[in-house]
């Protein structure tokens, strides 16, 4: 199971674009990278899920580069209703699913 | 939300006693899982169901048990041997037919408090 890292916490303002970089340095041929939000007192809601390159929907995009080390979640501009808390995981079909802590992200007005 | 309840969404319990949390799925998902989760903390895995009449502890089972008679149904029962189960427990399900890990949906929650 590919062990991620994100940063704990980020600020940023409302109408700014959102950057969070995971790291999964042991990434597995097999593994896809799928993130999360959580909302206080909520359950975690799936966003977007990738294997490679770029993927985008409705309500953000998921860069990959080759060497899949690494990922970018990006929400475009912000609004305060994104404050949340954002997970990343690096896991396969058949995997348990293990929800690190997260990275808190803060949205000023 | 989306198909699966958990109830009741808050509830109280003296210490000694064992209380079991509900989750019910209409979705037809055949995996079903767990989750506790402590202030200011990730999701911790109790126990997942891959199957009806099958499951297997996660990474923090002690004091806790379950049992998956229907497809549709994964109690937890906190038992009297969890030494501190006040927290925000998560039931969630997720599909297991193809190739990719499919998203897993989540309960909205119930907040167990012992005293």
């Known amino acids: 199971l590919a062990k991620t890292t994100q940063p704990i916490s980020m600020d940023s303002y409302e109408g700014q674009e959102v950057n969070i970089t995971c790291s999964h340095n042991?990434?597995?041929?097999?593994?896809?990278i799928t993130w999360y939000q959580q909302f206080p007192s909520q359950g975690p809601r799936f966003i977007i899920q990738g294997y490679k390159t770029k993927v985008k929907n409705e309500v953000a995009s998921l860069f990959i580069p080759a060497d899949r080390k690494s990922s970018t979640l990006s929400l475009p501009r912000v609004s305060l209703s994104d404050t949340a808390v954002y997970y990343c995981l690096a896991r396969n079909r058949d995997d348990k699913i293990i929800f690190g802590k997260g990275t808190r992200l803060h949205i000023l007005p | 939300d989306g198909g699966i309840t958990q109830s009741p969404k808050y509830l109280f319990r003296k210490e000694g006693q064992n209380v079991t949390l509900s989750c019910e799925q209409n979705l037809n998902h055949d995996a079903m899982y767990w989750y506790r989760q402590d202030p200011g903390q990730g999701l911790r895995l109790i126990y997942y169901?891959?199957?009806?009449?099958?499951?297997q502890k996660g990474d923090i089972a002690e004091g806790y048990s379950v049992s998956r008679e229907k497809k549709e149904s994964f109690p937890l029962t906190v038992t009297s041997a969890q030494k501190n189960p006040t927290a925000f427990y998560l039931c969630?399900?997720?599909?297991?037919?193809?190739?990719?890990?499919?998203?897993?949906?989540f309960g909205p929650g119930t907040r167990l408090t012992v005293t």
């Open positions: 969630a399900t997720r599909g297991t037919s193809g190739s990719k890990p499919y998203e897993q949906y």
């Open positions: 042991n990434i597995a041929t097999n593994d896809y």
């Open positions: 169901s891959q199957i009806v009449n099958d499951f």
